[in-house]
């Protein structure tokens, strides 16, 4: 999507904006709860791979534990000390997640499927990633998806300054203002590797922190069957569910959501999306 193709809906953005401003100082609060350096930019010369091509069993590990301790929000959110693994609320709902991408070799199939079944879901951007597809961001905005940040690289944030950290939060919150129309209201840290820096900086970006209740482990590429098995298992009211449309080869994940969707669907299940409500 052209930066001209946003201008209507950024326009009517930034008319809400102003509505808004008079409320600037009441309480965001999350409608979900649980238990819970600037980068020359370049075109690639083939493929839309934002990193160097990696094996799945270097690029992703395992998601790490720790939290820190609570601290008092600097802003209009509250800094949490630990990310929302699932939502809460009446009914059969669940909720699907990508991340990673966008990535145009299978992005496009899962927006497909998601499209046939009028299903909504939400995306967690890497950057670069978004930075040489924004028509898939803006393909998202069109049809109802939520975008949420996932950080420029995909560094492991435990290893970063705090610099690092806001310059990896603020590049992508800043592509995805631009592609997608509006700033994200999510962010997902890579490898699920929060700390107290993550937390502070993700709550001065405006954004809340979602992990998953369900990982499909598709990035080992298990098999089709077992992805579907997995999701499928692990299918209950108020789960969120962690796939990946980028990183890595994803057909066997394009394959899966072609098949548990419909079942999850017909089973009774209710695909939402994250929601903050502002009063």
């Known amino acids: 999507m052209k930066k001209d193709q946003l201008f209507t809906r950024r326009r009517v953005l930034t008319a809400g904006a102003g509505v808004l401003g008079a409320a600037g100082s009441a309480a965001v609060f999350a409608s979900v709860g649980g238990d819970e350096g600037a980068v020359p930019r370049a075109v690639p010369a083939a493929g839309p791979q934002a990193r160097p091509a990696l094996k799945p069993s270097a690029y992703r590990l395992q998601p790490l534990t720790g939290y820190g301790p609570p601290h008092s929000a600097p802003g209009r959110l509250v800094v949490r000390h630990e990310p929302f693994l699932r939502m809460s609320g009446r009914g059969r709902t669940m909720v699907l997640t990508f991340d990673d991408g966008p990535d145009p070799r299978y992005t496009p199939h899962i927006l497909d499927t998601l499209a046939e079944y009028d299903v909504k879901a939400t995306f967690f951007v890497c950057g670069e990633q978004a930075d040489w597809n924004r028509d898939l961001l803006g393909r998202m905005a069109d049809e109802g998806h939520v975008v949420g940040n996932h950080t420029w690289s995909h560094p492991l944030l435990t290893r970063l300054t705090r610099s690092r950290i806001r310059s990896e939060m603020e590049r992508t919150s800043d592509v995805i203002e631009d592609a997608y129309g509006e700033r994200p209201s999510w962010f997902r840290a890579p490898y ?85 409500r502002y009063t």
């Open 192 to 276: 699920g590797a929060w700390n107290r820096a993550a937390f502070q900086l993700g709550a001065e970006l405006g954004m809340e922190p979602l992990a998953w209740t369900v990982d499909t482990l598709d990035w080992t590429t298990p098999g089709t069957r077992t992805i579907v098995d997995r999701v499928e298992d692990g299918a209950a009211p108020g789960v969120v569910v962690l796939s990946h449309d980028a990183g890595g080869d994803r057909s066997q994940s394009v394959r899966a959501l072609k098949d548990y969707l419909p079942q999850l669907l017909d089973s009774g299940y209710h695909m939402t999306v994250p929601r903050r």
